[in-house]
């Protein structure tokens, strides 16, 4: 199964993400907003930073969690390097994540492509199809 592609859209960028587990899914949609930026298969694993996202839903909880990825490339210039840990969970209607992602400096690596800026809901979905997960997302560059 892939991890991730890229979908056609003419002025940002569009990818969908799979994986077995929701938990997958979402990692692999990490890796796709950096890897627009990064050969992510290059950055070392230096650094560990911990991430927290809630949402009201899936698609709430997938757009605050690549946001904190935009917030860290943003404030510490942190590329993701691998996904330490990463668990979603369900209390009274709300989800919760707390990750652990590991990478290094954005300052050591030659980027690729341009910078995200923002991760949209345009053409957002979260949804398990069969036996895997699906998610789909547009981040603004």
Request: net charge neutral.
């Amino acid at each position: 199964m892939k991890s991730y592609e890229y979908l056609p859209h003419t002025a940002d960028v569009k990818f969908r993400a799979y994986g077995k587990t929701l938990e997958e899914a979402f990692t692999n949609a990490a890796f796709a907003l950096y890897n627009v930026m990064v050969d992510t298969k290059n950055v070392k694993a230096k650094i560990t930073k911990k991430i927290a996202a809630e949402g009201s839903d899936l698609s709430s909880l997938l757009q605050q969690f690549l946001e904190q990825f935009i917030i860290l490339l943003d404030t510490d210039n942190f590329f993701l390097s691998k996904m330490e840990e990463l668990k979603i969970s369900s209390r009274s209607g709300k989800y919760s994540l707390v990750a652990v992602a590991a990478g290094d400096e954005a300052k050591n690596y030659e980027t690729i492509g341009p910078q995200v800026k923002a991760c949209t809901y345009n053409s957002m979905l979260v949804r398990q199809e069969g036996k895997q997960w699906v998610v789909q997302v547009v981040v603004d560059i």
